[in-house]
């Protein structure tokens, strides 16, 4: 499975845990530590086994209007867990874990 940046700030980019055990955004050359340096806060909007699409329609469509919505609306139960990150910066995304990379998010960024 693969993570990635689904919408917000860094759409687009893929999500990876390093040999060292960070959790990167990355796209290129450029990346992003997930940490609590780079992270103010996070909320679990759809975890693989938890709320229906429409839950995540509305979520979405909420934090990001249109485009979130439609983003919610068309995705699939795929085993992923989708978090909305607040970035220490101001800007937000919206990321979709697969269960190991998800994993180790919570390891670098405890609830």
Known sequence: ??????????????VKQTLKGQVVAQKWSQKVIFDDTT??????????????SLGKTIGLGAVFGM????????????????????WADGKKSIVEFDAQTFKAFLKVCPL
Do not use: H, L
Not at 3 to 8: A, E, L, Q, T
């Open 1 to 14: 499975m693969f993570s990635s940046v689904i919408n917000g700030e860094y759409k687009g980019w893929g």
């Open 39 to 52: 992270i103010e806060s996070y909320e679990i909007i759809d975890k693989a086994e938890g709320k229906s």
């Open 67 to 86: 485009a979130g919505a439609i983003a919610g609306a068309n995705s699939k139960k795929s085993g992923k867990t989708t978090v909305k990150i607040n």
